[in-house]
């Protein structure tokens, strides 16, 4: 047994990180503290979250992002259908659209296009107006964000607008 020196709780070695360079050869806050001060180092300091995006940016990260992702979709599928399946209540003429455009590019009606602003090969379809479902330009995530930020909502985006 073991007191952690931020929670000042008696836990087993189990609930501690190994670390050689301490005496008994393990951390002196248990895990679950070190989670949280971790995340709240995370969340205040602009170096560590600037550290962070870097090695997101790298191919180690981008595999870790993946996994992550995966072991998240594994662990949540009830909660990440729930999600999906209110989407399409609350965005059902874009759920539509988004469909027909699935659809005509699997036919071959339509041609995914590289993106208008900056050329990036992966690009979303995107709508200005949902009232016309193949009427699309093809923007990249980062301006496809930026798009929306300035212009908020395409037209008719919503049944009764």
């Not at 393990?26 to 001060?37: D, G, M, N, P, V």
């Not at 979250?49 to 997101?56: I, L, P, S, T």
């Not at 399946?85 to 469909?99: A, E, F, I, S, T």
Request: charged share 35%; proline share 2%.
């Amino acid at each position: 047994m073991k007191k952690c020196n931020q929670c000042k709780v008696e836990k087993e070695f189990t609930d501690f990180q190994i670390r050689q360079a301490s005496k008994d050869g393990f951390t002196a806050r248990c895990k679950k503290c070190l989670s949280e001060y971790d995340k709240k180092r995370f969340k205040d300091d602009p170096k560590v979250k600037a550290r962070h995006k870097a090695y997101q940016q790298t191919e180690a990260g981008k595999e870790a992002v993946n996994r992550a992702r995966q072991k998240y979709a594994e662990n949540n599928k009830d909660k990440i259908a729930e999600t999906h399946k209110k989407y399409r209540k609350n965005n059902k003429k874009k759920y539509q659209c988004h469909g027909i455009v699935a659809y005509a590019i699997k036919c071959g009606n339509l041609i995914s296009q590289p993106c208008e602003v900056c050329g990036e090969s992966k690009a979303h379809a995107h709508h200005d107006d949902y009232d016309k479902p193949l009427d699309v330009r093809w923007l990249c995530s980062k301006h496809h964000n930026e798009w929306h930020s300035k212009n908020g909502e395409g037209k008719n985006a919503i049944y009764g607008r």
